[in-house]
């Protein structure tokens, strides 16, 4: 089992060497988190082709190739750390994708052919309101848009009759969109993204990330430790994952599921993590004895409490990707920690360029106002591209350029140099310009 990092103010705790070994083991999680958001993007790459999907048309043998070499890495530093089943589990996944992949390309290519057989374009409109037929037996009030994405169809509805009418014995009314795997069609079973109203990006985030969660990560099962150390304040929950309590486990991993949904989709702290026992969400509370739903309860307040200060940094689509995939693999049980090693790791690694800006007071007695300018405008530029770094280090990129991790490395060195060298420039002047 991983033991939690953390960094603790006491004289044990707060040594060198255990700090050394917190730094390196997030620094480890940072990367593979970084890699793991590449290789989705990689997966997501499509050309359009005219050859029946298989696992050996060619720009499937190319992005496979390209996203086995990139995960290299990760597998890598987990059988290294012993985590032998659980690199195997991860490589699993990625080739899972691509029978998500085909199976919803061999779906889209028939449902077109079936469309031109009939005389129509198989346009997003056509496509959405024939599998709203298929689903129903009725037609739309107004036409369905349907697409392929990666390994989902998405159906965007633009009405609310016709949503209803869809989900339809899903028990999910009040839902703005909702992920379904495997739904059945006459002639086909896919998974299906549906958006309530019409092309809504924060839906659609929200469902694709339930999409990877579930037909991808198999609802976290061998990626996830199965054993957690005992909680003072969730004895029940914890007893009931370690006992290996079905229900238990499996109302965890949906809450850890909607959670992860919720971060993607942009939502505030909060908004994330305030779903449980609400009507929508029953399903999830059926899991749980009711002492057991008070324990879920209080540990969904103390990681809102931590992830209130977390996407303070995790502000934009990008960073939250990375915030995700720092936590795909960790029970539910353990987030608060988890989620403040996190932060504490980014602010420890951010503060390395930002305790390179001067302090203002220090240039007020400088009588010389030239002299001012010139200090003032060298900590313009300290504090540009020490702030810069934050970007790069959550965003992952410079500018418009995406960067790997051994690219963002090698930039970062670079900003040190020039921060260094801007800073010696601005101490220098100081003490030269400092009254006898």
């Known amino acids: 089992m991983e033991k939690e990092p953390t960094l603790e103010n006491n004289p044990v705790e707060s040594s060198m060497e255990c700090k050394d070994r917190f730094l390196e083991l997030m620094e480890m999680r940072h990367r593979n988190a970084m890699t793991a958001l590449k290789i989705e993007r990689i997966l997501a790459q499509e050309e359009q082709s005219h050859e029946y999907p298989t696992t050996r048309t060619p720009e499937n043998i190319r992005v496979k190739k390209e996203a086995h070499e990139a995960l290299e890495p990760i597998l890598e530093s987990l059988s290294s750390s012993g985590f032998t089943r659980k690199a195997e589990y991860v490589k699993e996944a990625v080739d899972g994708y ?109 469902e694709r990330q339930h999409f990877i969660n579930d037909s991808i990560l198999q609802d976290f099962t061998g990626i996830e430790s199965r054993i957690v150390p005992p909680k003072k304040e969730f004895p029940l929950l914890a007893e009931g994952v370690n006992e290996q309590k079905a229900g238990v486990r499996k109302g965890l991993g949906g809450a850890k599921d909607e959670l992860l949904a919720r971060i993607r989709d942009g939502s505030d702290s909060i908004r994330a993590t305030d779903f449980f026992g609400t009507e929508l969400y029953e399903y999830l509370s059926d899991e749980f004895s009711e002492d057991e739903q008070k324990e879920v309860s209080t540990l969904l307040k103390k990681i809102e409490s931590e992830l209130k200060s977390a996407l303070g940094l995790f502000a934009d689509n990008q960073s939250r990707g990375i ?45 010389n106002k030239e002299t001012k300018q010139r200090l003032a405008g060298l900590r313009l530029d300290i504090i540009g591209e020490a702030y810069s770094v934050s970007d790069m280090i959550l965003g992952s990129s410079f500018g418009r350029i995406e960067m ?9 060195k670079d900003v040190r140099i020039k921060l260094e060298e801007l800073r010696k420039n601005y101490n220098n002047l100081l003490i030269e310009s400092r009254p006898e």
């Open 98 to 206: 691509f029978h998500s992949k085909i199976t919803a390309q061999r779906a889209e290519l028939e449902l077109k052919e079936k469309l031109k057989e009939e005389g129509k374009e198989p346009t997003p409109p056509e496509m959405g309101s024939e599998l709203f037929r298929q689903r129903t037996g009725e037609s739309p009030k107004k036409p369905v848009e349907g697409v392929r994405k990666e390994g989902y169809f998405i159906l965007a509805f633009f009405n609310d009759d016709d949503y209803l009418k869809f989900i339809e014995g899903l028990d999910r009314d009040e839902s703005a969109g909702l992920f379904h795997r495997a739904m059945r069609f006459p002639n086909m079973t896919v998974d299906v993204v549906l958006s309530r109203n019409r092309f809504s990006n924060r839906t659609i985030l929200h």
């Open 323 to 367: 915030l995700v995939y720092h936590l795909v693999d960790i029970p539910l049980l353990r987030f608060p920690e988890r989620i403040k090693a996190i932060v504490e790791f980014y602010n420890s690694k951010i503060s390395e360029f930002t305790n390179f800006i001067p302090d203002e007071n220090a240039e007020k007695q400088i009588q």
């Open 404 to 412: 790997n991790y051994d690219e963002l490395q090698t930039k970062l």
